[in-house]
């Protein structure tokens, strides 16, 4: 038995939660023993298959076909049907994108099985694993233990595990071109959905800082830009703020905006509903500055100052300065 990862790839560039489910893939199969595999299905894809095998993987299967030029759920899970029967893994794991939940229920089914949807984790116990995934907008976690019957199907939430936890190999894994049955695909592909209309894609920023109601005007917000532009990052916000339109909507962190987890989230002013936290609560380290000391938000910041942002913002500006010169 083995664990398969599916690489997402789109416009000839991995996904970055690829990695994150490779990171997933590789922690379950170091507590259960299992060996980790990865598919990349597409056409003309190769490459993408070689970028996917510098990782620490047993093999890279890629599931070729002319119809898996773009993205259909027919095609896809044709193909990724035709990759798990042959190699019978013992759990498939995936990203929790758009495009998977699109095309992994219906793969799931064509098994008899459900699929384990926007996990947050996989712990391993006698032998058995039980995935933990938010429900209720974040406020509750639920346990979820498979069957056992071979495969299980399961998706990683963005920011769950880290892309730059994936172990690369000493060597290369073995690329295995497969070329797979489709059969008929019933849709013509449009423009790949987006979250947002967005300008800028905040989930593969590295530093973000993110401004709320206690910013108090649109004209404080260069205060927190100061500090973004200091550190080589972005700017970001709650959904007050961009309501406001103080900030556009692609700038929104949250349930309604989008979910990022950089490697430092510096949160200003901002109190911490349920709503934003789900958005960012997997961010490696997380600052927070507020004036309320019972503010949510320092339940889940690893550093807190407990202050007035107009006087800690300047002064860790201008450090922040010094420190790079």
């Given at each position: ?58 093999k ?12 259909t ?10 990759v798990?029967?042959a ?33 947050i984790r996989?712990?391993?116990a006698?032998?058995k ?41 000493s060597?290369?894994a ?20 987006q ?8 989930s ?15 004209d404080?917000?260069?205060l927190?830009?100061?500090?973004a532009?200091?550190?080589?990052g ?40 349920i ?33 007035d ?5 300047p ?11």
């Amino acid at each position: 038995m083995s664990i398969l990862v599916f690489a997402e790839h789109r416009d000839g560039v991995l996904n970055k939660t690829s990695f994150e489910a490779v990171a997933a893939a590789q922690a379950l199969g170091a507590s259960l023993g299992l060996d980790v595999s990865a598919v990349v299905v597409g056409s003309g894809a190769q490459g993408l298959a070689e970028e996917v095998a510098a990782y620490a993987l047993s093999k890279v299967v890629y599931a070729e076909n002319e119809k898996l030029k773009e993205y259909t759920p027919d095609g896809y899970a044709d193909a990724m049907e035709s990759v798990v029967r042959a190699l019978n893994p013992q759990y498939v794991i995936m990203p929790h994108t758009y495009l998977v939940r699109d095309y992994a229920p219906k793969l799931a089914a064509r098994f008899g099985k459900g699929l384990i949807s926007d996990c947050i984790r996989a712990k391993t116990a006698d032998g058995k694993v039980t995935f933990t995934r938010r429900i209720f907008l974040g406020k509750m976690d639920a346990d979820v233990v498979s069957d056992g019957e071979a495969p299980v199907f399961a998706t990683f939430q963005s920011g769950a595990y880290r892309g730059d936890q994936a172990q690369k190999g000493s060597a290369s894994a073995p690329v295995e071109t497969m070329p797979v049955e489709v059969g008929e695909v019933r849709m013509t592909p449009e423009a790949p959905f987006q979250e947002v209309k967005q300008a800028v894609d905040l989930s593969k920023a590295d530093v973000i800082v993110a401004i709320g109601r206690g910013i108090k005007s649109k004209d404080n917000i260069e205060l927190a830009e100061k500090l973004a532009a200091a550190l080589g990052g972005d700017i970001a916000a709650s959904r007050p703020i961009c309501d406001a339109e103080w900030l556009p909507i692609d700038r929104q962190i949250g349930s309604s905006g989008q979910t990022v987890a950089p490697k430092l989230y510096i949160a200003l002013g901002i109190s911490g509903a349920i709503q934003h936290l789900v958005g960012m609560k997997n961010s490696g380290t997380i600052v927070a500055i507020n004036k309320d000391p019972e503010a949510p938000i320092f339940d889940i910041a690893d550093y807190g100052i407990v202050g007035d942002l107009f006087d800690a913002v300047p002064v860790l500006t201008e450090e922040i300065k010094k420190l790079k010169g």
